[in-house]
């Protein structure tokens, strides 16, 4: 069904209080309580994944759980954590994100990746571009995106996952592209990063951005965000345009064992992340356009997800100690790049 830019930005907002307060209806007779510190464009996701999960943990254990809600841009939730925020669970789009939980807060093990299988990330999925209906600039590829006739919009990489992965897209097309011409690759990334007409400070905003108010010729964010959104409207209304070389854009998820442990919810927190790996999970998150592993869950969801070459952090910068400290550190590359 169609509906407005506005309709479909209030349709969002009301998601995200559903997420936000799932349970509540029932809060005084739940047995246990958790919060989940999510990133900002995962709030339809996890409101109904919270349901399907309430009934499994109430079959499992015989308990009733209220799942509470936490969105923004993972590098702020994250930062919110080490501050105190007492969350009983991540699930974040940026390993960093989960990282400086151990390395800043030692709020989680040095090995929290080994602790859940796909190195304790239980879905994926890479970067892709929402244009206009008709897609009048003609953009196919990450080369469109530097022309002078386009303008893009996309979540600031200082401050998004969502944008980081954006960038290191970009970079692995021109590393790809140039090789071992360092001046080409740069000079590519310059002209890509001085057409971006809005840096928002998260994937959520930049939706906004570009169907609110209407700014951009092309929206770069994750392909699940840009397929749902595209879904809300007639046919043809948006276009979902998937580059044939982008970023693998992992989920990492991991339980906060301090803050388990204060809260009482170590055995309910686990179970949350865990189920995330079933194939009644998997399917579901299949269903809002997430790429994942269950084998039978992605045969019968292949038509959805074109094959493309996903590179991975290794491939691109080495380690995402070396993308943070030598491209989004205060004075790297991005701030280099963007001088003028």
């Known amino acids: 069904m169609f509906q407005s830019p506005s309709k479909l930005i209030r349709r969002l907002a009301v998601a995200?209080?559903?997420?936000?307060?799932?349970?509540?209806?029932?809060a005084?007779?739940?047995?246990?309580?958790?919060?989940?510190?999510?990133?900002?464009?995962?709030r339809e996701l996890f409101a109904s994944y919270n349901e399907l999960f309430a009934k499994h943990w109430q079959e499992e254990s015989g308990k009733t759980v209220e799942i509470k809600q936490s969105h923004g841009g993972s590098s702020k939730q994250a930062q919110a954590i080490i501050q105190g925020l007492r969350a009983d669970v991540v699930t974040y789009n940026q390993v960093t994100d989960v990282d400086i939980l151990h390395q800043r807060g030692n709020l989680i093990p040095a090995d929290w990746r080994d602790r859940l299988p796909n190195a304790s990330s239980p879905y994926y999925s890479t970067m892709a571009f929402l244009v206009r209906k008709?897609?009048?600039?003609?953009?196919?590829?990450?080369?469109?995106?530097?022309?002078?006739?386009?303008?893009?919009?996309?979540?600031?990489?200082?401050?998004?996952?969502?944008?980081?992965?954006?960038?290191?897209?970009?970079l692995g097309y021109a590393q790809k592209a140039y090789g071992e011409d360092q001046t080409a690759i740069d000079?590519?990334?310059?002209?890509?990063?001085?057409?971006?007409?809005?840096?928002?400070?998260?994937?959520?905003?930049?939706?906004?951005?570009?169907?609110?108010?209407?700014?951009?010729d092309v929206l770069l964010t994750f392909e699940s965000e840009v397929n749902n959104i595209a879904a809300q409207y007639p046919p043809g209304e948006y276009q979902v345009v998937v580059p044939k070389v982008s970023f693998l854009a992992e989920f990492p998820v991991t339980w906060i064992d301090r803050?388990?442990?204060?809260?009482?919810?170590?055995?309910?927190?686990?179970?949350?992340?865990?189920?995330?790996?079933?194939?009644?999970?998997?399917?579901?998150?299949?269903?809002?356009?997430?790429?994942?592993?269950?084998?039978?869950?992605?045969?019968?969801?292949?038509?959805?997800?074109?094959?493309?070459?996903?590179?991975?952090?290794?491939?691109?910068?080495?380690?995402?100690?070396?993308?943070?400290?030598?491209?989004?550190?205060?004075?790297?590359?991005?701030?280099?790049?963007?001088?003028?």
């Open 259 to 340: 803050n388990v442990e204060r809260n009482g919810t170590a055995d309910v927190a686990r179970a949350y992340l865990q189920y995330l790996y079933s194939e009644d999970a998997q399917r579901l998150i299949a269903g809002f356009n997430y790429r994942v592993h269950d084998d039978a869950v992605k045969a019968e969801f292949a038509d959805r997800f074109p094959e493309l070459e996903l590179l991975p952090i290794e491939q691109i910068t080495g380690d995402w100690e070396t993308a943070m400290t030598v491209h989004f550190a205060s004075g790297g590359k991005l701030d280099q790049l963007q001088r003028r």
């Open 28 to 42: 005084q007779a739940a047995d246990q309580e958790i919060l989940n510190s999510s990133y900002d464009i995962a």
């Open 134 to 170: 008709g897609n009048p600039k003609n953009i196919q590829n990450w080369d469109d995106l530097v022309r002078d006739d386009v303008s893009s919009v996309l979540p600031n990489p200082k401050t998004s996952g969502n944008g980081r992965y954006t960038y290191l897209a970009a």
């Open 16 to 26: 995200f209080a559903i997420s936000g307060s799932l349970g509540m209806g029932n």
């Open 187 to 216: 000079d590519f990334l310059r002209h890509f990063l001085g057409n971006v007409a809005v840096f928002d400070t998260g994937g959520r905003g930049a939706t906004t951005t570009f169907i609110e108010r209407g700014i951009g």
